[in-house]
C-alpha cells in the first residue's frame, strides 16, 4: 500500500534561536523581476546538512525561502513587499537570528510562530538588571491590542514573555543565555526590531471583529 505525500501549506517556527548568521552580500533581483533583494547569508554555526532549496529558515524573524546554498552558507530572495514591511534584511554584514521551519516531531520549546512580521517596533532601554538584562520596546499603535502581560511575542524571531505592558510599551526580561545565542544583545536605544505577535491573539481579534 503507497501512502500520499503530507503537504502542509504553511511553515511554523518556535522562536528558538538555532544560531546566527551574517548577511554576507546583497544583490538586487531585477533579473527575477520582482525588484527585491538576493541575499547570501553566511551561517557557519547552523546545520544546512538537512536542508534543501525550497525550505523555510526564518532570518531574524522574517520566514524566507531557500534559493540556493553551500555548507555553511545559503541565499534567499526577499520581496519589495517584505522589506517595507520589515527591518535589517538590506544590511550588509549584519548579524541576523537564525531558525530553521519546524518539524512537527519537533518539541515546542518557545510557542507557534509564522514568520510573518506584523509590525516594527522600536528600541527604548536596554539595560542590566541583576543577571538579566530589561528590554523595553515601543510599538506602532495597531499592534498595542494584541499585547497581553505574560503573554508571547517574538522580537526580531526569538520567542519572549511580556512582563509587563503600558501604553505602546512592553518590557521582556533576558536571560544571560537568550543574549549570548541571539543578535539582541546587540540592541540600542533607538534600534527597531521586527515583531511578530502571538498568532493565538491575532485570530480571536478578527473572529471578535475588534
Do not use: W
Not at 50 to 67: E, F
Amino acid at each position: 500500500m503507497r501512502f500520499a505525500k503530507l503537504e502542509i501549506g504553511i511553515e511554523l517556527f518556535t522562536g528558538i534561536i538555532e544560531a546566527t548568521g551574517v548577511i554576507a552580500s546583497i544583490q538586487p533581483c531585477t533579473d527575477k523581476g520582482h525588484g527585491g533583494l538576493s541575499l547570501a547569508i553566511s551561517a557557519q554555526q547552523l546545520d544546512l546538512s538537512d536542508v534543501t532549496p525550497g525550505d523555510s529558515i526564518a532570518v531574524n524573524g522574517v520566514c524566507l525561502t531557500v534559493t540556493a546554498l553551500t555548507h555553511d552558507s545559503f541565499a534567499v530572495d526577499v520581496s519589495v513587499e517584505t522589506l517595507n514591511c520589515t527591518v535589517g534584511l538590506d544590511q550588509p554584514a549584519a548579524c541576523v537570528n537564525l531558525e530553521k521551519a519546524m518539524r512537527l516531531s519537533d518539541r515546542l520549546g518557545g510557542h507557534l510562530v509564522s514568520g510573518h512580521v506584523d509590525a516594527v517596533g522600536s528600541v527604548v532601554k536596554l539595560a542590566a538588571v541583576g543577571e538579566s538584562h530589561e528590554l523595553i520596546i515601543q510599538v506602532p499603535e495597531s499592534a498595542v491590542r494584541f499585547l497581553a502581560q505574560k503573554g508571547s511575542i517574538t522580537v526580531n524571531g526569538v520567542s519572549l514573555t511580556i512582563n509587563r505592558t503600558e501604553g505602546r510599551m512592553f518590557s521582556i526580561n533576558l536571560i544571560p543565555h537568550t543574549l549570548a545565542m541571539t543578535n539582541l544583545k546587540e540592541l540600542i536605544p533607538g534600534a527597531r526590531v521586527n515583531l511578530e505577535t502571538d498568532m493565538l491573539a491575532r485570530y480571536v481579534a478578527r473572529l471578535l471583529n475588534v
